[in-house]
T-cell receptor, first 113, second 113 residues
Framework: DAKTTQPTSMDCAEGRAANLPCNHSTISGNEYVYWYRQIHSQGPQYIIHGLKNNETNEMASLIITEDRKSSTLILPHATLRDTAVYYCIVRPRGGSGTYKYIFGTGTRLKVLA | EAGVTQFPSHSVIEKGQTVTLRCDPISGHDNLYWYRRVMGKEIKFLLHFVKESKQDESGMPNNRFLAERTGGTYSTLKVQPAELEDSGVYFC???????????FGQGTRLTVV
């Protein structure tokens, strides 16, 4: 089962920031937070990941709380092409644990014109 | 750099027939994963290769599914004999090592009639 909880759906106005929350209260010390999205029926697309520090790349920013029990993915200027299902996934790095991604139901983000 | 390539993009077969799906990972990626999404369900992990070795095959549903990765390059997933419940989208992903993010292909939509 997925170790994350996300809202089922969200709307965002085009050009505004989209803030997608994720709860992962049982996250372990060696687990990273990953975000992927799936547009229509395409393959999941990698967005960003982080451990405890905030991260930013050309697609998005990831804000992780100090206790690491929740995080927020921020799309700074949402466009219609950002309409997709967004998945928050916790996954270990290092060690001998499983390296599979466990997808939950995600958040269906709809960007409105 | 070419992404993960899957072939075919669509396949329609009759119940009881055999189908083989192919995945070409990103060049240099030792890790290869298979996932699938059946109708109305979440994306589920099937198995993980490191080079030609099966690292984790805990998600394979039954012995009608056989995955191979001879030579540690491309991988095939064979379903024999196919059943109606095998219909869905099969995704392949690859990563450079176990600790780096995985990149997904566009998937193969399998329909068993």
């Amino acid at each position: 089962d997925a170790k994350t909880t996300q809202p089922t759906s969200m709307d965002c106005a085009e050009g505004r920031a989209a803030n997608l929350p994720c709860n992962h209260s049982t996250i372990s010390g060696n687990e990273y937070v990953y975000w992927y999205r799936q547009i229509h029926s395409q393959g999941p697309q990698y967005i960003i990941h982080g451990l405890k520090n905030n991260e930013t790349n050309e697609m998005a920013s990831l804000i992780i709380t100090e206790d690491r029990k929740s995080s927020t993915l921020i799309l700074p200027h949402a466009t219609l092409r950002d309409t997709a299902v967004y998945y928050c996934i916790v996954r270990p790095r290092g060690g001998s644990g499983t390296y599979k991604y466990i997808f939950g139901t995600g958040t269906r983000l709809k960007v409105l014109a | 750099e070419a992404g993960v390539t899957q072939f075919p993009s669509h396949s329609v077969i009759e119940k009881g027939q055999t189908v083989t799906l192919r995945c070409d990972p990103i060049s240099g990626h030792d890790n290869l994963y298979w996932y699938r999404r059946v109708m109305g369900k979440e994306i589920k992990f099937l198995l993980h290769f490191v080079k030609e070795s099966k690292q984790d095959e805990s998600g394979m549903p039954n012995n009608r599914f056989l995955a191979e990765r001879t030579g540690g390059t491309y991988s095939t997933l064979k379903v024999q004999p196919a059943e109606l419940e095998d219909s869905g989208v099969y995704f392949c992903a690859s990563s450079r090592d176990r600790n780096t993010e995985a990149f997904f292909g566009q998937g193969t939509r399998l329909t068993v009639v």
